[in-house]
């Protein structure tokens, strides 16, 4: 696991040299939601508010999130993706695909649904493990 997490970290390095992997997670999340408060970020990965506003701030500075108010609360900020952040996620989302289809491509097909199925359950194990939370 340590091995993937650190082939991760540096395949999101060579697709974006800018940003980081927990960058890309984040810019993730916000597309996923449709936007969302800071302070739900930092409970969904069970981060320190200043680790993420330190985050939010480079991707705000990059030009890649913005904050809106909240029609139904002017007093709370929301994070949104901009335009370009919406851009920089197409073009890792395309590159990563070509590479997990280059590195999957002579897979056999019951290898790929086993990978699948293994993905599968634990996604699933990870969600019960949150929701328990």
């Given at each position: 696991?340590?091995?993937?997490?650190r082939r991760a970290r540096a395949t999101a390095a060579r697709m974006?040299?800018?940003l980081s992997l927990v960058s890309f997670t984040l810019l993730g999340h916000l597309e996923h939601q449709g936007g969302c408060r800071a302070t739900d970020l930092a409970a969904h990965y069970t981060?320190?508010?200043s680790t993420i506003s330190r985050q939010v701030g480079a991707?705000?500075?990059?030009?890649?999130v913005e904050r809106r108010l909240d029609p139904a609360d002017h007093r709370v900020h929301v994070l949104h993706l901009t335009e370009r952040g919406h851009e920089v996620l197409a073009q890792v989302g395309a590159a990563r695909r070509v590479a997990f289809q280059e590195r999957l491509a002579e897979w056999s097909g019951p290898d790929l649904a086993q990978f699948a199925g293994y993905l599968?359950?634990?996604n699933a194990a990870a969600e019960r493990e949150a929701e328990a939370e």
């Open positions: 696991m340590t091995a993937f997490a974006h040299p800018e981060l320190d508010k991707l705000e500075k990059a030009g890649l599968l359950r634990y």
